[in-house]
């Protein structure tokens, strides 16, 4: 028989090596999942965000077109399709409701009453469960606005997505616009004013045209904002005409209404499992983390390198699977590791991996972590199959805005979208009315 004291050290012994083993389970659990909910689950924002790690691949589009910008046009029959996994695999109470926001994405704080006919708040049904897919989940889409819950207001707008049938445990919010066509814009993209900066920057010059709609007073009344991309980060506000000849107002400026020209995304292909593709080195099952791996070819910095010409999607990505007929369903979730030579870490900021699938925030799981051993940046993510664009980006400490130049570089000649959104007070009004949207591409539009 062991005398009790013996007894009660192997009993300590005993806890202290399953704790260890429990948080060691705990810590490989964190490095497969990176994304942690108490991190995103604060408060809401208004802007693209997730604030559940089990949900992922939040899409939200035009319904018929993949690639297009979260806009239709009040009073017609343009929809957008809203789709997102859930990692869960299983079936949960989604609803959703819409924020109504200002020129500056905040609440206007209206009533629902004045920008919605119909219902407040609807249900998501629409499912579907992977196929053939290691990673199991569950697909949910949306088409909306519906005959139940229609828009009556242009404006910005949040779709709010939550569970429980509670508001507030929100899981997805996502920006979206709806415009109408009341002003004409007319708009050309060229080389930046000061000399110094002409070749790596591109200005946008535009007339407003508002004949048949009452500007009272364009200095303070109507609202212009410049998008580059997909970007809100950097988009440019607080934009007055330069001239006022009746109704034309002239916004041919100085440097204040340009960008970098950065250059042409980068771009990596997971459609197929068997076959390395763009940008690919290597493909293979990793049985400690039970998913495929793409371990993408070292990736360069190009900050003072020449133009190079390529086509790209400008930051975009498509889900698609090359051994499937269901990209839905059929894509499955795999690891990607990128990597960024690099001699030395940088000071006082850090990079990421920036584009839509990082909804175009520098987010915690898209940080890259300098390598030492390999002399480099590297991130691995979880993503689902398909084509993907992105760049290098460097935020530095306690800024918002990145810096897509200091690893790309900046040319003129890069293609690049732009949006010019118009937004209207009226005199006495509680809400910007969204009057005109001009989309323009550098490629296409140049002086």
């Known amino acids: 028989m062991i005398p009790v004291l013996p007894r009660l050290c192997l009993c300590l012994l005993f806890l202290l090596w399953a704790k260890g083993g429990l948080l ?26 997730t604030y559940r790690s089990y949900i992922r691949t ?4 035009r319904a018929d ?18 789709s997102f996994d859930d990692l869960d695999g299983d079936v949960k109470d989604y609803s959703y ?45 949306l088409v909306f606005p519906t005959e139940n819950m229609k828009i009556t207001k242009s404006g910005n707008y949040v779709i709010k997505v939550y569970t429980h049938n509670n508001p507030d445990s929100f899981v997805i919010s996502r920006r979206f616009m709806v415009c109408e066509d009341l002003v004409g814009i007319k708009a050309v ?4 004013t000061d000399v110094a900066y002409s070749n790596y920057r591109q200005e946008i010059d535009f007339l407003l045209n508002s004949s048949g709609y009452n500007l009272t007073n364009p200095y303070s009344d109507l609202k212009v904002v410049l998008t580059q991309n997909e970007r809100w980060d950097n988009a440019i506000y607080g934009l007055k005409p ?38 690919v080195k290597e493909i293979y099952f990793d049985s400690a983390m039970q998913r495929y791996r793409f371990d993408l070819i070292t990736a360069e910095k190009r900050a003072w390198k020449k133009y190079n010409s390529d086509f790209d999607m400008n930051g975009n990505y498509i889900i698609k699977v090359q051994e499937g007929s269901d990209s839905d369903v059929e894509a499955d979730y795999v690891y990607v590791n990128i990597f960024l030579a690099a001699d030395a870490p940088a000071k006082e900021g850090n990079f990421y991996v920036f584009g839509a699938l990082s909804d175009w925030q520098c987010k915690p799981e898209f ?15 979880l993503l689902k199959q398909g084509y993907y664009n992105y760049e290098f980006i460097f935020l530095k400490d306690g800024e ?13 000649e890069t293609e690049n979208d732009y949006t010019i959104w118009a937004y209207h007070r009226e005199i006495g009004g509680n809400y910007d009315r969204l009057i005109a949207v001009k989309r323009i591409n550098s490629a296409k539009n140049q002086n």
Not at 116 to 140: C, D, M
Not at 373 to 378: A, H, I, M, S, V
Not at 402 to 412: C, W
């Open 24 to 49: 060691a389970q705990k810590k490989s659990k964190e490095e497969v999942t990176p994304v942690q909910d108490e991190y995103y689950q604060d408060f809401f924002r208004y802007q693209d965000w």
């Open 58 to 61: 939040v899409q939200l589009r």
């Open 400 to 412: 918002t805005i990145a810096d897509n130049t200091v690893i790309e570089g900046m040319h003129f």
């Open 367 to 381: 940080k890259l972590i300098y390598n030492t051993e390999r002399g480099g940046y590297e991130c691995t993510l």
């Open 242 to 279: 330069m001239f006022v000849k009746d109704k034309e107002l002239d916004y041919n400026l100085d440097d204040v209404n340009s960008f970098p020209g950065g250059s042409e995304f980068r771009r990596f292909d997971t459609k197929s499992i068997r076959w390395k593709t763009d940008h």
């Open 189 to 192: 993209i060229k080389k930046g």
């Open 65 to 82: 077109w993949e690639l297009s910008s979260p806009l239709i046009k009040l009073n017609t029959d343009e929809k957008l399709r809203l």
């Open 97 to 141: 409701t819409l924020v109504h926001c200002d020129a500056s994405w905040q609440a206007s704080g209206i009533l629902n009453s004045d920008f919605l006919s119909g219902f407040y708040e609807e249900p998501i049904t629409e499912h579907a469960y992977s196929f053939n897919t290691v990673q199991k989940y569950t697909h949910w889409s």
